[in-house]
């Protein structure tokens, strides 16, 4: 199979579609790092900076992972121990058809600048290695601003009040920028963190709770 050019070293959308997609959800190096990153993230939900420790983890949860794919992500959330339900969506019915099977888990083709949910219906929101494609189709930085602005309303819309979300993503700078000053107009606390910067292992998280 011919690879899909890459900009910049970033995948581009048109990596998630036909036998890509099959390629995408058979490689077991993306399992093992989508897995990792998820169980980072839902570490993350926990940080001091958007009020710590979850304490009613019982009261089972809806979680919306957004970019779910083939499901590592999805997979990984509902074997966490606060969750009974998760909703993936994706843009790709390519990667959906891959995704294993389960109950507890209902997938959605959307795309994450148009929620087709109801307001406030999520308690958490996941995003893997899939936010950054809230910008794709871009043709200008005022396009790129104004997408990601609504890939971020999308998200407020969707968490209930007090709801959190952790996001893995991988932005360029300017796409950073127009993340870190979409969401001062927002009601969220808390904000991006950068792991181990300028490093190969660099990592970058936004990590937010919905304060209306
Ligand atoms: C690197 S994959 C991450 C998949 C997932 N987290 C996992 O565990 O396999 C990125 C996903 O984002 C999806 N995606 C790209 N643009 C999207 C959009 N606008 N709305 C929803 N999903 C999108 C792609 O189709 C792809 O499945």
Request: aromatic share 8%; proline share 2%.
């Amino acid at each position: 199979m011919n690879k899909i050019p890459r900009k910049n070293n970033r995948p581009s959308t048109d990596e998630y579609f036909g036998l890509e997609a099959k390629a995408y959800g058979t490689s077991k190096w993306m399992a093992r790092n989508q897995i990792q990153t998820t169980i980072k993230v839902l570490e993350l939900l926990e940080s001091e900076q958007i009020g710590g420790q979850i304490i009613n983890k019982s009261e089972k949860s809806i979680f919306l992972d957004i970019g779910c794919g083939t499901g590592f992500s999805s997979h990984t959330i509902l074997n966490s121990n606060f969750v009974n339900r998760v909703i993936g969506i994706d843009i790709s019915l390519d990667m959906i058809n891959q995704c294993e099977k389960s109950s507890d888990l209902h997938l959605i083709l959307s795309d994450m600048r148009y929620s087709p949910f109801r307001s406030e219906t999520f308690n958490y929101i996941i995003s893997i290695s899939a936010f950054n494609f809230a910008s794709t189709g871009a043709q200008s930085k005022n396009q790129m601003k104004i997408l990601i602005q609504k890939a971020l309303e999308a998200l407020e819309k969707n968490l209930t009040n007090n709801g959190r979300a952790g996001i893995e993503f991988y932005p360029n700078k300017t796409e950073e920028i127009f993340f870190v000053n979409g969401l001062k107009k927002l009601n969220f606390i808390g904000g991006l963190l950068i792991e181990q910067p300028n490093s190969k292992r660099e990592k970058k998280f936004l990590i937010l709770k919905k304060v209306r």
